[in-house]
Structures are given as C-alpha cells and as structure tokens.
C-alpha cells in the first residue's frame, strides 16, 4: 500500500500527548493506525444498522437439502465426535507412555 502526505492541522496539546505516548517519529503510524480503527468501527456499525438480512439462502447451496437447523446439529455432532477421537489418542499416547516408562 503506497503513502502520501497529508497536511492534517490538530490542536498543539493532541500532538503533544500523542508525541508522548509514541514519540515525533511514530506520529504518522499511530494516527494511520487509529484512523484504520475507526474506519473499521464505522463499517462495522454501518453493517450491523443495514436492515438487509447479511445471510442469504441462495448463497449457501449447501444448506439447501438439510435445512438450517440440522445442517447445524450436524456439525455439532461432527466437532464432538472429533474432539471424542482426539481424547481417545491422546488417553492411548498417555496408555502407551506410561507402559514403556514401567516397561
């Protein structure tokens, strides 16, 4: 991303305080810096004010055959059933550690 200058007019005691928290040399970073955050926060706000639903069906195909609700439980079921196997590895690692250890 390229750069150009701007000439930005603030009140002397913002820049003071900002040249103490940051230093001169780090001006021009901290207002890029707070103004990428704010900018953020606006489009945020602007998004979540917008009365158009952000989810639309024809988006997601996958959806379609299921439904919402049990496209959901299955992925719930799928991320327990993987949590459940990685317990089982781990408990089988720890079984085969501690055979050797006495082994």
Do not use: C
Request: avoid cysteine.
């Amino acid at each position: 991303m390229g750069t150009r200058r701007a000439h930005v007019v603030l009140p002397a005691e913002l820049i003071a305080e900002i040249d103490s928290e940051v230093g001169p040399r780090g001006r021009s970073a901290f207002l890029a810096e707070v103004a990428r955050r704010e900018l953020n926060k606006r489009k945020l706000l602007a998004f979540l004010s917008n009365p158009e639903p952000a989810w639309k069906d024809e988006d997601h195909p996958e959806l379609a055959a299921l439904g919402t609700n049990e496209w959901v439980r299955n992925l719930r079921y799928e991320s327990d059933a993987r949590l459940r196997r990685l317990e089982d590895r781990e408990e089988q690692m720890e079984h085969e550690e501690r055979v050797e250890r006495t082994g």
